[in-house]
């Protein structure tokens, strides 16, 4: 039962990439919005990007010019494109689904369990 798993944290140096994986269940992924959260130690979750069913993306003025949402229909998946690392993001990524709107607040339908990203300086 795969629900919403996410993959592709990891440890990486500042200025590094990484791609973030949040495989969806068919019929989750068919009729939801997508978003991906992250928190940091110490610090309340916080809303990254989020993507509609039909593709519309939007990513917080924080990270825009670094980090791309993206998903693809035929893979069931979403994906977190991040780039120009930064120490302070350094945090778990989370991943949930539901409407677009109670995805922005936090209060999706499904979550997965995250996935830890450590940017070193």
């Known amino acids: 039962q795969v629900e919403l798993v996410e993959s592709g944290g990891d440890l990486v140096q500042a200025g590094g990439s990484l791609r973030l994986s949040c495989l969806v269940s068919k019929t989750i992924f068919a009729d939801n919005a997508v978003g991906w959260f992250r928190q940091a130690p110490g610090k309340e979750r916080e809303l990254v990007a989020a993507?509609?069913?039909?593709?519309?993306?939007s990513v917080v003025p924080s990270v825009k010019e670094r980090f791309t949402i993206s998903r693809d229909n035929a893979k069931n998946t979403v994906s977190l494109q991040m780039n120009n690392l930064k120490v302070e993001d350094t945090a778990v990524y989370s991943c949930?689904?539901?409407?677009?709107?109670?995805?922005?607040?936090?209060?999706?339908?499904?979550w997965g369990r995250g996935t830890e990203v450590t940017v070193l300086a």
């Open positions: 949930t689904a539901g409407t677009f709107w109670a995805v922005l607040e936090q209060a999706g339908d499904y």
């Open positions: 993507i509609t069913t039909d593709g519309g993306a």
